[in-house]
């Protein structure tokens, strides 16, 4: 009798503990979120664009390190360069967080490199488009860092049944606080003469606030989260550069080859995610033509819906499993980036109505990937699965950003760019649709979830 009068407190301050530590994590997509949205999607784009356009030579080329490249391609092949870092910056933070069991240490180093990028970009002005680059490169690797470590807590802050309501959550937290932020953004830049700043001293602005509201709101999740120490099998091992790292966990996978699998179809369809996010806007700015705050109004509604859609799609999941909600989620990526292409110049309504076809399938992607993926990592090796989930997600999203840049560099059109994209959520639907979820969930030894 006393033990079954004990035990139900244990429980609920269990799960009092658990609630706490989940919310705190949530706050990390609030704090780096809008480093994703007002600095790489909204203004850092359409901005670095123009400042290599002010340093180009008559023919429209800038020369970094004597490569001549065209200034419209500048920032897609930055945003490539950035990501082929983080491949090998990545898997050494995994490593060491598995070894260590001390995540939130290397998670508030990552966290504080990239936020204090981001706020010296307010210094990026003139003709300075190589700092721009430089800046871009850390606080994108930096990012994804950061990102394999939070991710890597979410199989121990929440029970199999609980992931997808929890990831999808984290996911609504982020695009939150990216709308909350682009409100102000957009009050200050189209109001920047009543404030006494010039258009491009407000773009700094942003840029540089996105920095400050990054390194503030990580103070949150460091505070709540905890450390584990469950290091794996062979946690002893002398530490290896990130090369050998990398091979060491893809040889680990291939244990796996149904996990693995799965992340050779989320590295393809998230390729196509990734890129239209760093190249919308200069898609409605340079191919379009469409004004800053039109873009930021569009991104704005993207926001928004990513909320309800990231929410909307974690019920679906419930009902249907991840792995269908996901594959129907591409289907609608491919009907509406392919419409993207017929989208006429200068006509703000027809970009709005591709924006909300975007938001409502942006954050259900990504939020139920996670926590599909979650339940396919091995116990103890969280953050060296994460570290290749994150090189699916950020690292190896390269590919997309750089046949983006070639196409418009070969034809010097951003609606061939555009149009291109297709082919890798096609090829990712293809890919997701063989992967056996379940039978992937077993061999990693986790309990089997009722709808997945």
Same mark, same amino acid.
């Given at each position: ?12 301050? !269990? ?5 706490? +530590? ?7 997509? =609030?704090?780096?979120?809008?480093y994703s949205t007002s600095v ?19 023919? #429209? ?11 419209? @391609?500048?920032? &897609?092949y930055t945003v490539s360069a950035? *990501? ?40 990026? !002005? ?5 700092? %721009? ?28 049944? +609980?992931?997808? &309501? ?11 606080? #990216? ?5 102000a953004d957009l009050v200050l830049?189209?109001?920047?003469? %009543?404030?006494?700043?010039? +258009? ?12 400050? =509201? ?19 099998? /062979? ?70 819906? &990513? ?6 799609? /974690? ?13 129907? @989620? ?19 309504? =027809? ?19 996670? @926590? ?22 950020? /690292? ?22 555009? *149009? @291109? ?19 992937? *969930? ?11």
């Open positions: 009798m006393g033990t079954d009068t004990v035990r139900p407190a244990a429980d609920d301050a !269990d799960v009092t503990a658990r609630r706490r +530590e989940q919310r705190g994590w949530y706050f990390y997509d =609030w704090a780096c979120s809008v790489l999607t909204v203004f850092l784009g359409p901005y670095l664009t123009e400042i290599a356009k002010a340093a180009a030579d008559p023919e #429209g080329y800038v020369h970094p390190l004597g490569v001549p490249v065209r200034a419209g @391609s500048f920032f &897609a950035s *990501v082929i870092l983080s491949v090998f910056v990545m898997p050494l933070a995994a490593a060491a967080a598995d070894r260590t069991g001390r995540k939130k240490p290397l998670l508030a180093v990552a966290a504080y490199v990239g936020a204090a990028a981001t706020a010296a970009m307010f210094f990026l !002005d003139g003709d300075r488009y190589l700092l %721009g680059g430089f800046l871009l490169i850390v606080a994108n690797a930096s990012l994804a860092v950061s990102m394999v470590l939070y991710n890597s807590f979410l199989p121990q802050i929440a029970p199999p049944e +609980e992931r997808d &309501a929890v990831s999808s959550r984290g996911w609504a937290f982020g695009y939150a606080a #990216g709308a909350l932020v682009l409100v830049f189209l109001a920047h003469d %009543g404030f006494g700043v010039s +258009e491009g001293t407000a773009v700094r602005i942003c840029l540089a606030s996105a920095g400050v =509201w990054w390194g503030a709101f990580t103070l949150v999740p460091l505070k709540r989260l905890r450390d584990r120490r469950m290091p794996p099998s /062979g946690a002893g091992a002398a530490p290896r550069g990130g090369r050998q790292q990398l091979r060491a966990t893809v040889r680990d996978m291939r244990r796996h080859p149904h996990t693995l699998a799965f992340l050779l179809a989320y590295l393809v369809y998230n390729d196509g995610v990734q890129t239209v996010i760093s190249q919308a806007s200069v898609y409605g700015s340079e191919e379009l033509g469409l004004g800053q705050s039109t873009l930021i109004v569009a991104v704005l509604l993207v926001q928004v819906l &990513a909320v309800a859609g990231a929410l909307t799609m /974690g019920r679906l999941a419930r009902t249907y499993g991840a792995k269908r909600t996901i594959l129907g @989620s591409l289907a609608a990526w491919t009907v509406t980036i392919g419409a993207g292409y017929f989208l006429p110049a200068g006509a703000p309504a =027809w970009f709005f109505v591709l924006a909300a076809g975007i938001g409502l399938v942006l954050g259900g992607t990504q939020a139920l990937s996670r @926590s599909l993926f979650s339940h396919l990592v091995p116990r103890g090796k969280e953050a060296e699965y994460f570290s290749a989930y994150e090189i699916s997600d950020r /690292g190896m999203a390269w590919l997309g950003p750089l046949i983006f840049g070639l196409t418009y560099q070969l034809t010097g059109s951003y609606r061939d760019a555009i *149009v @291109s994209l297709v082919a890798f959520f096609l090829l990712g639907f293809a890919l997701l649709a063989r992967v056996p979820v379940r039978r992937a *969930v077993r061999d990693a030894g986790n309990p089997v979830p009722r709808r997945i």
